[in-house]
């Protein structure tokens, strides 16, 4: 393969709360039968770390969701990065302005295409267990608190109903273990 580009699939709903439930040896082989190569698999969620020629990641996700739902009967939306992105997307720093508690959870939202028109940030939830800090053209950063008294707030259904269900959600430290395989 000449000029190999790295990418990131992000799998929405893998192995999240017993759904959706694939093997990551499995989940490599059938990004390999795709024709990708240098194929690794970043925890147990859904993300793909493969190389492959220079192409539109919209394409690629396509892709990868016909390849998915033949080889393994997966229906996942699939949203791709490139590595480069994802170095870009660290090295800003997009949580820096924010001090972390234990119960703080740092999330980023992958969206398949911009935000809608009429979505502004900062939006934060009225008992501020949530804060939706910031947005660019493919991403949302938001802040979430944990409550041992009310567990977790619907920040994903609310992100959910503003950027349509095609976004998938990982958290700060997987995007930095991300970036450590690259």
């Not at 703080?104 to 939706?132: A, I, M, N, Q, W």
């Not at 660019?136 to 802040?143: A, I, K, L, M, Q």
């Not at 977790?152 to 259904?157: E, I, N, R, S, V």
């Amino acid at each position: 393969m000449s000029r190999a580009t790295t990418y990131i699939a992000f799998l929405r709903g893998v192995n999240v709360g017993g759904r959706k439930p694939v093997k990551m040896d499995a989940l490599r082989q059938a990004f390999v039968s795709l024709g990708f190569e240098r194929v690794r698999t970043v925890l147990n969620s859904g993300n793909v770390i493969f190389d492959a020629s220079p192409a539109d990641p919209t394409s690629l996700a396509s892709k990868v969701e016909r390849g998915l739902k033949k080889s393994l009967s997966l229906d996942s939306s699939v949203i791709v990065r490139t590595g480069r992105k994802i170095e870009e997307l660290v090295g800003s720093e997009p949580f820096s302005t924010v001090e972390e508690g234990p119960q703080t959870r740092l999330l980023v939202s992958f969206l398949p295409g911009p935000p809608p028109d009429g979505f502004k940030t900062p939006l934060e939830s009225s008992d501020g267990d949530y804060v939706v800090l910031k947005s660019t053209p493919g991403e949302v950063f938001s802040v979430l608190e944990l409550s041992s008294r009310f567990g977790t707030p619907d920040l994903m259904k609310i992100l959910e109903r503003e950027l349509g269900p095609g976004i998938t959600t990982r958290t700060w430290n997987t995007v930095l273990k991300i970036r450590e395989k690259l």
